[in-house]
C-alpha cells in the first residue's frame, strides 16, 4: 500500500458506542473525529483470520471480578457517583445474564448508524453499518481485530486493523480494540446517578467540556438509550434485541487490505 497515501477517516464515536455499549457508552461524549478515551488495560486476544466467521447465541460468562447484574437497578442510589470502569462492568455483565448479544441504533445530525454485538467471555465482537455525512462506512470486529470499509483507501474493499498495525490511521482505531477485547475504562471519568427505582436508572456525565450525557437503563441494568447534547448538536443511541442472535462475519482474505502505514490527517 502507498504509505503516503493519507486520509481523514477516524473511527466515529457512534462505532465505539454500539461496539461496546457494555459500559463504554461513556465514550459518547467524545468528538466524532476522536478514538475512545479513559482506557486502563489491554487485552491479550488474538487477531481474527480472514475468512472466518463468528456467530452468537449465547456468550460465556463473565470472570468473577464482573460485578453481578443480579441487583440492577437497586444497585443504584440517587445521587451516587460511579465511576466509568465500574458502570462499564455493571452494564456489561446485566448484557451477558440477558444473553450477551444486543443491537443498536445512533441517530444525529452527522451520522446514523445500526449495529449487532456480542460479548463472549472478556471480548466484544460487532459489525456496525454507519452513514456519516453520506458516506457509507462499515466496521466490522472479530476477535480483537477491525476490518473498516467505506475509506476510500488501497485497492481491495476492507482495510484490516490489529494492535500490531501501524500509521496513524491505525493508531485512532487501536482504543477501540482494546476496549472490545477487553480493556477497561479509566474509573477517572465520573458518572452521577440523577434518579433510580424499581423501573430503571438515569446517570448522567459530561465527559467534555459543553457536552452532557445522559443514560437510561431498565430494571434489569440493561441500557435503553444515551443522549448526548453537545454544540454540535444532539446524538441518541437505542439500544435493544437483547439476547436475540447475531451473525459477524469476516470479510475474506481476498477482499482484506493491511491499514499499516496509511496516515490519517
Known sequence: MNTSRT??????????????????????????????????????????????????????????????????ASSYTTGQKIGAGTLQNRIKAAIVKAGGTYSSTTTSSVLT????????????????????????????????????????????????????????????????????????????????????????TTLTASPAAGTNVTDTLDAKGLPVSTVTKAATGTSTIKYYDFGKPVTITVPPASQVADISGVQST
Request: aromatic share 4%.
Open 7 to 72: 486520509s481523514t477517516h477516524r473511527p466515529s464515536t457512534a462505532a465505539a458506542v454500539a461496539v461496546l455499549a457494555a459500559g463504554s457508552i461513556f465514550v459518547v461524549g467524545c468528538s466524532s473525529s476522536g478514538g475512545s478515551p479513559g482506557v486502563t488495560s489491554s487485552s491479550g486476544s488474538s487477531s481474527a483470520t480472514s475468512g472466518g466467521s463468528s456467530t452468537s447465541s449465547s456468550a460465556s460468562s463473565t470472570s468473577s471480578s464482573t460485578p453481578s447484574s443480579s441487583a440492577a
Open 113 to 200: 448508524s445500526t449495529s449487532q454485538s456480542k460479548i463472549t467471555g472478556a471480548r466484544t465482537d460487532a459489525t456496525v453499518h454507519e452513514v456519516i455525512r453520506g458516506k457509507k462506512v462499515t466496521v466490522i470486529i472479530v476477535d480483537g481485530v477491525a476490518y473498516i470499509s467505506g475509506t476510500g483507501l488501497g485497492t481491495k474493499p476492507y482495510l484490516k486493523v490489529t494492535k500490531n498495525s501501524t500509521g496513524t490511521l491505525a493508531e485512532s482505531f487501536k482504543p477501540l480494540l482494546n476496549l472490545a477485547g477487553g480493556g477497561s475504562l479509566s474509573n477517572a471519568e465520573q458518572w452521577t446517578v440523577a434518579s433510580s427505582s424499581a423501573s430503571g
